[in-house]
């Protein structure tokens, strides 16, 4: 598969919290990161998604928000 985002990062799920609707999904990326997505429920079933599988944060934005304290 090819993807136009150049953003891609090879992490572990870490954990899966469903909701109703939507699951909270945390990879571990390594080097003591993590992401963390919001995604369908059925989502998650379709990919198979389960803790300690290995799976990809793609990461495609026209905007980034940067913050500080």
């Given amino acids: ?16 919290e469903k ?22 429920n059925a989502s998650v079933e379709e990919l198979g998604l389960a803790t300690g599988k290995t799976a990809y944060a793609v990461i495609k934005a026209s905007e980034v928000i940067v913050g500080t304290d």
């Fill in 1 to 16: 598969m090819k993807l136009s985002a150049r953003n891609t990062l090879k992490g572990t799920v870490t954990t899966i």
């Fill in 19 to 40: 909701g109703a609707v939507n699951s909270t999904v945390q990879l571990d990326i390594g080097g003591g990161n993590t992401i963390t997505a919001m995604i369908t």
